[in-house]
C-alpha cells in the first residue's frame, strides 16, 4: 500500500493563480480530510469527506474547493491565490468504523508559496 | 465547537529520563477520540497514541501512555525513558465520532538532549 500521497510536494504561485492539490489514498478509506498547517502552530481543517460523493467545510475553507468523485481522490482547489495561503498542506483519511472517523493517517505535505 | 489548548509551548529533557506534555479540550459531546501525534523535523504527522472517550483506562503504546481525565477534560502524554528520537513537535488533538470535525492544539516542541 501506498498509503497517502500527495502531489506536488513543493509548489510557488503568484497571487491570482489557481492550481490543483493532489490527494490520492489506496486504502478505501471513506473519510478524508485536508489541513492546512502555518509555522508554529497546529492543523487546521479546511474540507473533509466522509465518502464519495460528500464534502463539507472545515473550520478555515475560504478560497478553497474540494470535490469527491471517487473514495480514493480528494483534491483541493485554490481558486485564486492569496500569500495569506502561504502554508503546508496535509491530506487525511481515516478506515470506517462504526463512527466517522477514526484514527486519520496523514500524506506528507505540500509546501505551497503564494508570492 | 470544540477547543484543544497545548500550555507548553516547548519542553526538553534529559535522554533516559520521563517527560509529561500536557493537553485540555473542551467540547460539548459525549463520543470523540483523542490522539497525539508526533511530527519529526521530516514534516511527517506520525500517531503516537489513541484514547476513545468511552473507555475509562488509559491508553497505553510502548514507552508512550495517556493520562485521561474526562471529567477535568484533560489529556495528558508520558514519555517514559525519552530516546534522541523522540525530539520533535507533538500535537493533541480531538475527533468528534459523529461529526468528522477534528481539532488540533498548537503543539508542543520536545527536545531530547543527550
Known amino acids: 500500500n501506498a498509503g497517502v500521497t500527495q502531489t506536488p510536494k513543493f509548489q510557488v504561485l503568484k497571487t491570482g493563480q489557481s492550481m490543483t492539490l493532489q490527494c490520492a489514498q489506496d486504502m478505501n478509506h471513506e473519510y478524508m480530510s485536508w489541513y492546512r498547517q502555518d509555522p508554529g502552530m497546529g492543523l487546521r481543517l479546511i474540507h473533509y469527506s466522509v465518502g464519495a460523493g460528500i464534502t463539507d467545510q472545515g473550520e478555515v475553507p475560504n478560497g478553497y474547493n474540494v470535490s469527491r468523485s471517487t473514495t480514493e481522490d480528494f483534491p483541493l482547489r485554490l481558486l485564486s491565490a492569496a500569500p495569506s495561503q502561504t502554508s503546508v498542506y496535509f491530506c487525511a483519511s481515516a478506515p470506517p468504523g462504526v463512527m466517522i472517523a477514526d484514527t486519520q493517517y496523514f500524506g506528507p505535505g505540500t509546501r505551497l508559496t503564494v508570492l | 465547537a470544540q477547543t484543544v489548548t497545548q500550555s507548553q509551548p516547548e519542553m526538553s529533557v534529559q535522554e533516559a529520563e520521563t517527560v509529561t506534555l500536557s493537553c485540555t479540550y473542551d467540547?460539548?459531546?459525549?463520543?470523540?477520540?483523542l490522539f497525539w501525534y508526533k511530527q519529526p523535523p521530516s514534516r511527517q504527522m506520525i500517531l503516537v497514541i489513541r484514547?476513545?472517550?468511552?473507555?475509562?483506562q488509559n491508553a497505553t503504546e510502548n514507552r508512550f501512555s495517556v493520562n485521561f481525565q474526562k471529567a477535568a477534560k484533560s489529556f495528558s502524554l508520558k514519555i517514559s525513558d525519552s530516546q534522541l528520537g523522540d525530539t520533535a513537535m507533538y500535537f493533541c488533538a480531538l475527533i468528534v465520532t459523529n461529526a468528522g470535525k477534528s481539532t488540533f492544539g498548537d503543539g508542543t516542541t520536545l527536545t531530547v538532549k543527550p
Open positions: 467540547t460539548s459531546e459525549s463520543n470523540y477520540y
Open positions: 484514547q476513545e472517550a468511552y473507555k475509562q
